[in-house]
């Protein structure tokens, strides 16, 4: 069975760093793609940063670019989310997603297989 369990979300003033992990299990992890995706309230689900399977390839969405940094360790299962500098507009909750083609990197949430439950980040000024 396929769990993908967010974790490290908190509140933290603006300037402030978070550090998310998400821990899969169930598939092949290294055969897939991972996303990290966010919801703010009264907003729709937006990419946030991706990356390919063996980390190879990586796409962040303008917002985060410089900020955040994806990374993932396929001996642990794990794929991470680094966010540096967060604003108050980072404020989400957050969700990472598997995709089953591991070598491309996609926004298109619709285009991933498995997802976590999710982990809120808020930022207070």
């Known amino acids: 069975q396929v769990h993908l369990v967010e974790s490290g979300g908190g509140l933290v003033q603006t300037g402030g760093s978070l550090r998310l992990s998400c821990a899969a299990s169930g598939f092949t992890f290294s055969s897939y793609a991972m996303g990290w995706f966010r919801q703010a309230p009264g907003k729709a689900r937006e990419f946030v940063a991706g990356i390919s399977g063996i980390g190879r390839s990586t796409d962040y969405t303008d917002s985060v670019k410089g900020r955040f940094t994806i990374s993932r360790d396929n001996a642990k299962n794990t794929v991470y989310l680094e966010m540096n500098n967060l604003k108050l507009e980072d404020t989400a909750l957050y969700y990472c997603?598997?995709?089953?083609?591991?070598?491309?990197?996609?926004?298109?949430?619709?285009?991933?297989?498995?997802w976590g439950l999710g982990t809120q980040v808020t930022v207070s000024s």
């Open positions: 997603a598997a995709r089953g083609m591991a070598y491309r990197v996609e926004r298109n949430s619709e285009t991933y297989n498995y």
